[in-house]
C-alpha cells in the first residue's frame, strides 16, 4: 500500500527536506522551509516494466530543415532587441525586477501596441483590479488600446477563458507567484504552486501558439523568486535592473533560446512611461570637456551592443596607522583587489596608505573582463593626479603577470568610440584591431602603461 510522506520545501531555492530545520541547506536562507503536501511512496517496480507500454517517438537528424520562428515586434525597439526580434509565438519569457521598477509599465505599453495593430492580446493581473490597471493605461495615453483586462488568480479559470475562442497572440500574466493551481494543495506563491501554474500555463501557450509573459517577483539579492526550475521551464528570461531613485531603467537578456544573450535595451522613466533610449552610450558618459584625473572611459560590450561607459577612480591617502578602505560602485570588488595587487606587485606602485574609491558612472555595472586597463589606467591616474586625455579609450584583460591580453570585438569597440568622437585608444599589445582612424597606443604589460602615465618612459 502507498504510504504518504511529509516534505518539507524551501521557499526561496526550491530544494526538498525530509524533515523541518531552521536553514536550507542548499541556498543558506533561514525560515524558509514550509511543509507542503508530499506525494505517495509507491512499491519499487523492475526496471524492465519501463521499456514497454510507452508510445514510440520519431527521431530526427540535425539536418533536418527547420523554419525559422514567426515574430511578433513589439515596436518598442530596446524591448524587441532585448528579445532578438520580438516575442516568439508559442514562446514563454518570464522577466523580473525589483518591485515599482517599471515592469508593469512595459508589458503594458508593448501589449497596446501589439493591440493596436490588431492583435488578439490578454493582460491577466492577479495583483491589481482591472480598474487600477485601466487607470494606468489611461496616464500613459493608452486608454483606448483594445488590450483584454482582466483580474484573477485562478489558473483553471484563466485557461478555461481563454479555452472559448482563438488564442490571443500575447497572453500576459502579472505576476506568476499569485497564479494558483486548484491541482496542487499550498498558498499561492509556494514553490509547488508557482511551478504548477507555470507548468499549465505554458502547456497552454505551446498547444495554442499564444507568446506568454510572466512577471516574477525578486528576492533581496536580485533574483527572480521561487523554484529555480521555473527559469528552466520558460524560453526566455528578462532582468528588468536600476534603481526606483534613478530614471534610467535596463532590460538584460539572461537567458534566450531564440537569440542571444546579455542584449540590453535601455529606458528612461517619464511620466509617459518607459522611453527608449537609443544613444546610451552618451546616457552613461558625463561632460567630457576637460580631463579629470581618475576618470577614463571604457568601451563596454553588452551581447553585440557597445556601450561606452566612464570608469572614475579616487584615491584619499591616510595617516599612518590607518586602515584603507576599499569601496566599489558597479564592478567586482574581488577584481579590484587584484588590480590593485598587479599594480603593486609588478608595478611599483603603493595603494597601502590609500582609500581607493571606484565608480562606474550613471548606475552601470560592468562584468567584462576587458575593462581591467580602463580600471587600472583610472587607478593611476588618481593615484598621481595626472589625467588621461578625455578623446582617449581604454580596454584590455590584465593578468597577474601584468600582462596585457588582447579581448574579443576590439574592433566593435574602437568603431563605436569613433562614431562618439574619441580620436585615442590604449589597447593590448597583442591586439590585431584596426584603429579605423583612432592612434592606437598599444601596451604588452601594465608597467609599460604606467611608465607611459608617469613620464618614466
Known sequence: MAKFQKRYVCQACGSVASKWAGQCVDCG????????????????????????????VELVGLDADVALPE?????????????????VSGSATLIGGDPGIGKSTLLLQAAAKLAQRGLAVAYVSGEEAA???????????????PVQLAAATSVRDILTTLGQGAPPALLVIDSIQTMHSDLIEGAPGTVSQVRASAQELIRFAKERGTALVLVGHVTKDGSIAGPRVLEHMVDTVLSFEGERSHQYRILRAIKNRFGGTDEIGVFAMAEGGL?????????????????????????ALEGTRPVLVEIQALTVRLASGATPRRAVVGWDSGRLAMILAVLEAR???????????LNIAGGYRVTDPAADLAVAAALVSALSERSVSSDTVA???VALSGEVR????????????????????????????????????????????????????
Not at 537609443?278 to 581618475?294: D, H, I, K, M, Q
Request: net charge neutral; charged share 20%; glycine share 16%.
Open 29 to 56: 536562507e533561514w525560515n524558509t522551509l514550509v511543509e507542503e503536501a508530499g506525494g505517495a511512496v509507491t512499491p519499487f517496480r523492475a526496471k524492465h516494466d519501463l521499456q514497454s507500454g510507452g508510445r514510440a
Open 395 to 397: 580596454f584590455g584583460e
Open 347 to 357: 608595478c611599483g606602485l603603493s595603494f597601502s596608505t590609500a582609500e581607493v574609491y
Open 71 to 87: 515574430r511578433m515586434g513589439t515596436g518598442i525597439a530596446e524591448l524587441d532587441r532585448s528579445l532578438g526580434g520580438g516575442f
Open 406 to 457: 588582447p579581448v574579443a570585438h576590439g574592433a566593435l569597440r574602437l568603431k563605436e568610440a569613433a562614431k562618439l568622437g574619441f580620436s585615442r585608444a590604449l589597447v593590448p599589445g597583442g591586439s590585431t584591431d584596426d584603429g579605423g582612424g583612432m592612434a592606437l597606443a598599444r601596451y604588452a604589460t601594465l608597467a609599460s602603461l604606467v611608465d607611459h602615465m608617469l613620464g618614466r618612459d
Open 131 to 145: 480598474d487600477q490597471v485601466r487607470l494606468r493605461a489611461r496616464r500613459l495615453g493608452l486608454g483606448q488600446a
Open 275 to 299: 522611453g527608449e533610449i537609443a544613444n546610451p552610450s552618451a546616457l552613461f558618459l558625463t561632460n567630457r570637456g576637460e580631463s579629470v584625473t581618475g576618470a577614463v572611459v571604457f568601451p
